[in-house]
């Protein structure tokens, strides 16, 4: 790391023997409002100064934490103290199951003591943390997944939206399932198998909307409206999935509202025209994946609300 001023530095002697000696250091580092300490241990080596004076050279021990590690998922930017780190091992790198989970594995060298993490990440909130370094521990720092961004919230509910006006225009119109509707479902799962059966759940879905909405007991039905509003939506949950892809589950509420007519005939060959109307509230529950730098559809509970 680039080296950095240290302020109101204050030495004490703590302890001493033949061949070392121990100093306690109270300081401030720039920006700092809480003194720092640290004791460092010297060691005297076998060459004088002027042939005269003992030398002391800093114990490394004390002071640096060698090939620190610092484990991160996939996809993170890292920096520590405004430096960005460039992974010393990627996750298809990696043979150890831990660091496979972990993401990539970054080894630096640090001083002992307190350090700044910056850490980034697309479609998530921006973090920055505290951390100790410490020489006497292998086991390092692990960066816990970032909540994922307001924006990227806002982003998958307006697929949503778009996602169930062509649903339903499609449905009613019984002009599907068009290719414009598949778009907003995976089209790579990543396995073979997966990405059929995704296809499959896309296309009865649409067959089970063309159903309901024309299933009826009279001789025909005709929507005239249909509205959705008022749509809230929230993270359930989010993980990586075997192929490396980001998978968020959103959960959202939503009010609708529409109108229709029905034909029907009486037995005496009497023919009639009624307007019926319903509104309500319903949920649903949205699995997306990022394929491509985009939110698609993997699996869905949405139900037809007439």
Not at 13 to 36: N, S, W
Not at 176 to 201: F, H, R
Not at 215 to 235: V, W
């Amino acid at each position: 790391q680039a080296g950095t001023e240290v302020e109101n530095l204050k030495v004490e002697k703590v302890g001493e023997d033949d061949f070392t000696c121990q100093y306690k250091a109270v300081y401030m580092l720039p920006g700092d409002t809480q003194e720092r300490e640290d004791t460092v241990t010297l060691i005297k080596q076998s060459e004088k100064t002027l042939f005269l004076f003992p030398k002391w050279s800093v114990s490394s021990e004390d002071f640096l934490a060698l090939n620190y590690p610092i484990y991160a998922p996939e996809g993170y930017s890292i920096k520590v103290d405004g430096v960005e780190l460039t992974p010393s091992e990627t996750a298809a790198e990696s043979e150890d199951e831990y660091q496979n989970y972990a993401g990539n594995t970054y080894k630096v060298d640090l001083f002992v003591g307190q350090h700044t993490m910056e850490i980034s990440a697309e479609n998530r909130e921006t973090s920055t943390v505290e951390f100790n370094a410490d020489n006497s521990s292998s086991e390092g720092y692990t960066v816990e997944q970032l909540a994922l961004s307001e924006e990227a919230v806002a982003d998958m509910q307006t697929v949503v939206k778009n996602f169930m006006s062509q649903l339903y225009v499609e449905a009613i119109q019984e002009s599907g399932p068009s290719q414009d509707y598949m778009d907003y479902w995976v089209s790579d799962a990543g396995d073979l198998q997966a990405t059929k059966e995704i296809q499959s759940s896309a296309r009865y879905l649409y067959e089970d909307f063309t159903e309901q909405l024309h299933s009826t007991s009279y001789d025909s039905i005709k929507f005239t409206d249909m509205q959705f509003e008022n749509y809230q939506s929230e993270i359930s949950d989010s993980y990586t999935m075997e192929n490396g892809a980001l998978a968020v589950q959103l959960y959202v509420t939503y009010e609708y509202s529409y109108a229709y007519t029905v034909t029907d005939t009486s037995y005496d060959g009497i023919t009639s025209t009624e307007n019926e109307s319903d509104s309500g509230n319903d949920e649903m529950t949205v699995t997306f994946m990022q394929e491509d730098g985009q939110w698609k559809i993997y699996s869905t509970n949405i139900n037809c609300v007439y």
